[in-house]
């Protein structure tokens, strides 16, 4: 693919029309939803009223219902059980890994599938987010990137995925508790590390994010919200401009050759490109650093050389790198570097003035950790392909 190509999106991304019939409150924007209930036969003049005490229900409190929603009328409330649902992707499943966390399978219009991840830590809780039903990016090191991409997730399946793990840890606000900071935070921090790459759905994750931090509802700061991209570097600006949130970069090599390799989108944009873009984000965002993100992979990108080189890369650019070991899956390419290897990997970029924290590996018990994710029935399609070849009878 030439450098200058356009950013297309195949066809089978674009969700389909789904049936006609009550529309989901869920992933509206406030302007949006004020459209809506006007369109439903609220006065104009009462619509952002309306707005704001739906909101709070739905996105402050977690209800599910109209009825409960005791500062309507109940002919109101009849209205718009007749017009609208509260709907968040359905949970097929929940596991809970030794060290404490939880990998859902949640299932979503069309019947297609996708994982979320809650981390519990003793001063946080992570939610990592998909943004697509598999991914197109083919990372070689991801197993996520051996899924097709199927679609991308609508903003009310994104934000959803929070709203369906704030049931699981059951901390929507009681009456009389405060909301944002004040409130019950075991889910204090969202990342788009999920499946998929976020910045290829950049619509839907900007209006999600935007719900997800509106001050009266779910409150999330921006701070506490960071976006991964492999490099989509036109669209990094956007991101500055429209969301401000944190950012990381899947980044995982020192050279093009490498980085070719593990990251293909590095073809389309370059390390020299992708960097140039990197230096103006922190003033675009106001956000105090970029995250580099670097998977450990024995003998690949592990040498002394690399580290070296990275810190020459990012020079100029506060930031900080987080060294992943390599999370294995059946089938991958890869080996995990060594934990020496690792270890003076992180000392040299220490020494050069960064933070190079080694994230300890999280859920690998129930494939949760990063690099892992891949829903359930993906997982477990075989193509006439495959298990022809499994039976000796590929040509």
């Known amino acids: 693919m030439s450098a200058s190509a356009p950013i297309t999106q195949d066809v089978l991304t674009i969700p389909r029309k789904l049936p006609q019939g009550p529309a989901n409150i869920v992933g509206l924007t406030r302007d949006e939803l004020r459209d ?22 739905v996105y402050h409190w977690g209800v599910r219902d109209f009825d409960a929603m005791t500062n309507l009328s109940k002919g109101y409330r009849a209205d718009l059980a007749e017009h609208f649902v509260i709907e968040v992707p359905e949970v097929v499943s929940r596991n809970v890994s030794a060290d404490g966390t939880r990998k859902y399978l949640v299932r979503i219009a069309g019947g297609h599938e996708v994982e979320v991840v809650y981390i519990p830590e003793t001063d946080r809780g992570t939610l990592c987010v998909s943004s697509q039903v598999g991914c197109t990016l083919t990372c070689s090191f991801c197993h996520t990137g ?14 959803g995925q929070i709203m369906v793990a704030r049931d699981d840890l059951d901390e929507w606000p009681e009456p009389g508790e405060g909301t944002g900071e004040n409130g019950p935070r075991l889910l204090s921090n969202v990342v788009l590390m999920g499946m998929g790459e976020p910045l290829y759905n950049f619509d839907n994750v900007r209006n999600a994010m935007k719900i ?40 995982h090599a020192t050279t093009d050759e490498i980085r070719n390799k593990l990251v293909p989108i590095n073809k389309r944009w370059p390390i020299a490109e992708l960097l140039d873009a990197l230096r103006a984000y922190p003033k675009l965002s106001n956000s105090e650093r ?88 993906e997982r477990a399609r075989k193509s006439r392909a495959d298990i022809a070849a499994e039976a000796g009878l590929s040509k």
């Open 212 to 251: 997800a931090m509106d001050g009266e509802g779910i409150s999330l700061s921006r701070r506490r919200i960071t976006l991964s991209t492999s490099g989509v570097v036109p669209e990094i600006a956007k991101t500055a401009e429209e969301i401000g949130c944190m950012l990381a970069v899947s980044f």
């Open 146 to 159: 051996t899924q097709k991409l199927v679609r991308n997730l609508t903003a009310g399946e994104i934000v």
């Open 36 to 57: 809506a209930l006007i369109a439903a036969g609220t006065p104009e003049k009462q619509a952002k009223m309306r707005v704001n005490q739906i909101w709070q229900w």
């Open 290 to 377: 970029i995250t580099f993100e670097y998977v450990m992979l024995k003998d690949v990108n592990d040498s002394d050389e690399d580290a070296r080189r990275l810190v020459k890369l990012i020079k100029g650019i506060p930031a900080k790198i987080n060294l992943i070991p390599f999370n294995e899956w059946p089938g991958a390419p890869y080996e995990r570097s060594d934990w020496a290897r690792i270890e003076a990997f992180a000392d040299i970029i220490y020494k050069a003035g960064y933070a190079s924290p080694i994230r300890t590996p999280r859920g690998e018990d129930i494939m949760a950790a990063c690099g892992q994710l891949k829903s359930a029935t």
